[in-house]
């Protein structure tokens, strides 16, 4: 038992599964702290937040295994295509459809754009 806490496994899955965790708290408290009534801001901001870290991680060189544990896992957790689509689509549906494409075209400028500016800082 002692030995696993001294040296624990730190396979890409674990690393992974670890960095998800991290990743998907830190989503959920961004959702619970701010509103979404009538645009999606939650979604927006962990998807150029995710995109910002990402490029940070890529563009900075980091090794596998801290690309596994804060790329794949923690931001992959943290950014959500999938319910970026639902809510567009919803928008879309329900008449908003001026809001659904401001939110579809801003969600992917914002999104590139910090991954941009990451890759910037870093270069």
Same mark, same amino acid.
């Given at each position: ?35 979404? &009534? ?7 901001? @962990?998807?150029? %937040? +995710?995109?910002?870290?990402? $490029? #940070?991680?890529?563009? *900075? ?34 008449? &908003? ?7 579809? @075209?801003?969600? %992917? +400028?914002?999104?590139?754009? $910090? #991954?941009?500016?990451? *890759?910037?800082?870093?270069?």
């Amino acid at each position: 038992m002692i030995e696993i806490l001294l040296a624990p496994d730190l396979s890409p899955a674990h690393l992974v599964g670890t960095g998800a965790a991290i990743g998907a708290i830190l989503r959920h408290w961004v959702y619970v702290s701010l509103p979404a &009534e009538e645009f999606p801001w939650p979604t927006l901001l @962990v998807n150029v %937040l +995710g995109s910002f870290a990402l $490029g #940070l991680l890529a563009f *900075g060189g980091v090794g596998p295994a801290t690309m596994q544990l804060l790329g794949v896992g923690c931001c992959g957790a943290f950014t959500t295509f999938s319910t970026f689509s639902v809510e567009t689509v919803g928008l879309w549906e329900r008449g &908003e459809r001026r809001v659904a494409t401001a939110n579809a @075209v801003g969600t %992917l +400028g914002c999104s590139l754009a $910090g #991954l941009g500016v990451a *890759g910037w800082l870093v270069g």
